[in-house]
């Protein structure tokens, strides 16, 4: 058994990452610096996460929440969301994220979906709750983080009601079976689906943060992942603190100035970010970096999209530090193939199996390829973080498993030393700045637009993102494309979808190419704005 587990009985992530730390002596050290985008800084000892997550526990029990109820939290990133994340795992409430920038109908689909009856939020934002209110039947508690008083019967105030609980709770036993964190992942066709996590899936977050992040008591980890996103959750809460690793969490965005600063000031050892953020440090004038001293940062580690060789070589030459690129996914739970510490990189690919991970590269008809050759990039089912099922759909879980393995959804070659290197999508999902975008969410989001009688929506390539979302619409005959449509159009997918799956392009077509079933061929539309060979169209519509 993993040495995160010191009671068979008790494998919940909240009790493991704040009481147990106390009960291993450090109730004292420092589990969180906060800092602010205005750079205000505060300390929070393990003790105080102990505290603050507990009080939580006992504001959720005390509203009537109970076990197995959804939850989720639509913050940016700040101590209050730690602090409520730990107490609802402590509840062993269903624990889920949302992105700040979601927009209406991404919010919708998500609480819709999973009945969640909770939300923790801020005020800006309860205008875009509001909105949608009336189609969540099943939400009874919104709690407020900016507000000193409760705004209605079932609109709290977050301090308020903290104020009123006790820091006293007993985290009861609970299986590793028991649900968990909820992501919601974006498909090519459909719904965001709901990736539900349990409580077993924090032996192998602690496994990798210790063995492939290469984390140890004595570091300063920042890991600059939102927790909407899984690598906020696995790594910038679980991994870490289920080990007593003090994190720096940074509420500001991009700067590369201030990154540089927030590496010194902090000593920090071990940085988690991914490749757009690093492709923009690359573009910075290189003298920024050499007045800032990174002594203590031992390396950076990587992950969310491809990383490029060229992105390592300015690491080592500009930096004097090596970039580990790490591969996972939502439903993985945590990583699964890495670069590491004591493995000898090759650029480009995405590393090695990790430990108890076995992976596979399988062609169409579920037999292994030869090393050197593309197919679909599986793992041997039941690792330890492995997602329970997605929400309400059963079918499409089990869609994704065959013959034992997990189909990923991402193509890759082995070569004929083990290590794996990333070919792309089997599917038409758009990965942009790590952030996966369906494009049918943002189809049914242009469709609502009055002007618009069809879209199509691809990746293309973008030298810093990685990928970009390219929308071809097709208007109805009365109207005309004009700057002010695409503006609009733009304003529209940002506020119903979210600002990162906002069309960078946006292109008028007379017609979009759709298949004899009406589904539209987006590889016809990405062949044309690639200017490349258009392949079989003997299915298209005539
Ligand atoms: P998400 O579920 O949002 O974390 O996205 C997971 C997807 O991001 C994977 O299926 C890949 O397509 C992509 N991805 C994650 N890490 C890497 C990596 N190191 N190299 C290439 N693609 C990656």
Redesign the pocket.
């Known amino acids: 058994m993993n040495d995160v587990i010191v009671n068979k009985s008790q494998y919940n992530i909240g009790h493991i990452c704040t009481t147990q730390q106390l009960e291993n002596g450090l109730a004292d050290k420092v589990a969180m610096r906060w800092i602010s985008a205005n750079d205000d800084r505060k300390d929070y000892t393990f003790a105080d996460l102990d505290n603050e997550s507990n009080r939580f526990a006992n504001v959720l029990q005390k509203l009537g929440a109970d076990a197995g109820d959804v939850f989720f939290t639509f913050l940016p990133k700040m101590p209050e969301q730690f602090f409520s994340i730990l107490g609802m795992l402590k509840m062993k409430l269903i624990t889920g994220t949302l992105f700040a920038n979601f927009g209406d109908d991404a919010l919708l689909d998500r609480l819709g979906d999973s009945k969640a009856k909770g939300i923790i939020t801020k005020k800006s934002f309860l205008k875009k709750i509001n909105r949608i209110r009336d189609q969540l039947p099943a939400l009874r508690w919104i709690i407020i983080v900016d507000g000193d008083d409760h705004i209605e019967d079932d609109i709290f105030s977050y301090s308020r009601l903290m104020s009123e609980a006790s820091a006293y709770f007993i985290t009861s036993p609970t299986s590793p079976d028991t649900p968990s964190v909820l ?1 919601y ?2 498909g090519s066709t459909g719904k965001p689906k709901g ?1 539900l996590h349990c409580h077993n899936s924090i032996l192998h977050q602690h496994a990798t943060t210790k063995n492939v992040l290469g984390l140890n008591i004595y570091d300063v980890f920042w890991c600059t992942a939102d927790q909407g ?3 906020g959750t696995s790594y910038g809460i679980i991994g870490p603190w289920c080990q007593g690793v003090t994190q720096v969490h940074y509420g500001g965005g991009y700067d590369a100035e201030a990154w540089f600063r927030l590496l010194q000031d902090e000593k920090v050892t071990v940085w988690y970010t991914a ?1 757009t953020a690093l492709r923009m440090l690359l573009r910075e004038d290189a003298t920024l970096f050499s007045s800032f001293d990174l002594s203590s940062l031992r390396h950076i580690c ?6 490029n060789p060229e992105v390592i070589t300015w690491a080592r030459r500009t930096l004097g530090k090596e970039i580990y ?7 993985t739970g945590g990583i699964m ?1 890495a670069n590491r510490p004591g493995l000898t990189i090759r650029p480009g690919s ?1 590393g090695k199996p990790v430990e108890g991970i076995e992976p596979a590269i399988l062609a169409d008809d579920g037999a292994m390829v030869a090393d050197g050759e593309q197919g679909d990039l599986c793992v041997k089912a039941g690792w330890p973080s492995m997602f329970i099922t997605f929400i309400n759909n059963e079918q499409a879980y089990n869609s994704k498993f065959r013959d034992g393995w997990y189909y ?3 193509t890759a070659i082995r070569d004929a030393d083990g290590y794996y290197w ?1 070919m792309g ?1 089997s599917d038409d ?1 758009i ?1 942009t700045g ?3 975008v369906s494009p049918f969410e943002v189809e049914s989001a242009l469709l609502e637009i009055e002007e618009i009688a069809e879209s199509g929506v691809i990746a293309a390539p973008h030298e810093i993102l990685f990928e970009k979302v390219v929308a071809f619409v097709c208007l109805h005959q009365q109207f005309e494309f004009t700057k002010e449509l695409e503006l609009k159009i733009r304003l529209y997918v940002s506020n119903k979808v979210s600002s990162i799956a906002t069309p960078q392009e946006i292109i008028p077509i007379a017609a979009i190419p759709k298949n004899k079933s009406g589904k539209i061929m987006r590889r016809i539309l990405k062949a044309q704005y690639l200017g490349t060979e258009i392949g079989d169209i003997s299915t298209l519509e005539i």
């Open positions: 992501h992942t974006s990736v996103w899984v690598t490749p990587s992950v969310g999209e491809p990383l690129d790490t591969w996972f996914q939502t439903e193939i995405m990923t959804g991402d990333f999508r999902i990965n790590g952030h996966l």
